[in-house]
């Protein structure tokens, strides 16, 4: 794991297609998005330029609140995040936080390690999906 607890992956799609990628895998394994965040837009609206930058919040709370009820400001981080966005190159890349990450970050361990596991392997299948020209699981 990155010192950052940042993951990010390359999109063999453009930023838009990503995006839809990204969104309908969340929506076929009956994920809750609570916000979807056009950081371009919101730049735009103050007249300000960013290249094409959207962020998903999602989660279960059936998984998360067991981490808040441990530590209460692990809220900080959750619902999960998955940020898409396209660098000076045109190259278009997914970047979240480690599951890892974010229980060293707010001292979680013990019977927590299961639910890390899921949702570690949960973002890695949504990005690579997301990412690939193969679909997974």
């Known amino acids: 794991m990155p010192e950052t607890g940042l993951v990010t992956l390359q999109s063999a799609h453009d930023f838009d297609a990503t995006v839809r990628r990204l969104a309908a895998r969340l929506d076929a394994k009956g994920v809750t998005v609570f916000a979807r965040v056009d950081h371009a837009a919101g730049a735009a609206s103050v007249g300000m330029v960013l290249r094409p930058t959207t962020l998903f919040m999602f989660g ?72 690939s020209t193969v679909g997974h699981d």
């Open 60 to 131: 279960n709370p059936a998984a998360g609140t067991p981490l808040m009820q441990a530590a209460q400001h692990s809220g900080i981080d959750l619902p999960l995040k998955m940020l898409v966005w396209q660098d000076a190159n045109g190259i278009v890349h997914l970047s979240y936080n480690d599951p890892s990450w974010i229980a060293a970050r707010h001292g979680l361990a013990g019977g927590l390690q299961q639910t890390i596991t899921a949702m570690t392997e949960t973002l890695d299948a949504l990005a690579r999906h997301a990412a």
